[in-house]
């Protein structure tokens, strides 16, 4: 029933795309990557799976687990993306098979290359207190869906996690205190056909707003007429009197 109630709020606050600026955890796709809301059909394992055996596979601690779609010429390859930062204090970076989990690479930062990355990932796990693993699972008693994307990251110094979860075509996004796992701020993007409709509707509006502008100075200039043409008769029966005038004096 929470989750229900939710999910109908958040659709009554729908914010299509385009319309208004969304947060990074639900800008959509970027170049050369699939929308997840075509790929999450080929994921057979959820994300809280996939993030269990990345980190099996590498111990450590998660930053970063995402569905990613890779177009490719040959068409789109579908995986998990899971960043850790490992026990060795390298950042590694694991790729899974969406349908089974099998682990289909693990590869670790070279010593200093990523410095940056890692620093900032570092300085967020510091500050943190729940883990990706746990804000799932708190998500998913929140809104249903299929995660997709689950992400720690500093926000004006404080540690957030960031979640985005596919509901039919839907793309429900949550912020999270990473220090106390606590839910601050919900987001609901529109699916692709919704925003095309709120376009389209947007450019019928501009063309009936231009449509009445014109009508509008077709009128004014009708009416521009026809005083112009009552001034005229006005003047013309006005010298016609004066001419009956002068008649009636001979």
């Known amino acids: 029933m929470l989750k229900a109630t939710i999910l109908s709020a958040l659709a009554a606050v729908t914010c299509a795309a385009g319309s208004a600026a969304l947060p990074t955890f639900l800008a959509g796709p970027t170049g050369g990557h699939a929308d997840p809301r075509d790929i999450v059909a080929k994921a057979e394992i959820p994300l809280s799976a996939a993030l269990a055996r990345a980190l099996a596979a590498c111990p450590g601690h998660a930053v970063e687990a995402e569905l990613e779609g890779e177009i490719e010429d040959a068409g789109v390859d579908v995986f998990y993306e899971v960043m850790i930062v490992g026990n060795d204090g390298r950042l590694h970076e694991v790729k899974l098979d969406p349908r089974t ?130 001034e005229e008769n006005e003047r013309g029966e006005r010298t016609g009197q004066r001419k009956g005038r002068r008649g009636g004096d001979r």
Request: with cysteine; net charge negative; hydrophobic share 40%.
């Open 101 to 230: 989990g099998a682990v289909r690479s693990n590869v670790a930062a070279a010593a200093g290359a990523e410095a940056g990355e890692l620093a900032g990932f570092q300085a967020v796990l510091a500050k943190s207190g729940v883990g990706l693993g746990e804000v799932l699972e708190r998500f998913a008693g929140i809104v249903n869906g299929f995660a997709v994307k689950a992400a720690l990251e500093l926000e004006d110094g404080q540690p957030r996690c960031e979640v985005a979860t596919v509901h039919g075509r839907y793309l429900i996004g949550a912020s999270f205190d990473a220090a106390a796992g606590r839910l601050v701020e919900l987001e609901l993007a529109a699916g692709p056909k919704a925003a095309a409709k709120t376009a389209g509707e947007d450019e019928e509006d501009e063309e009936g707003e231009a449509e009445e502008r014109e009508e509008a100075e077709e009128n004014e200039a009708e009416e521009r007429e026809g005083a112009e043409e009552h």
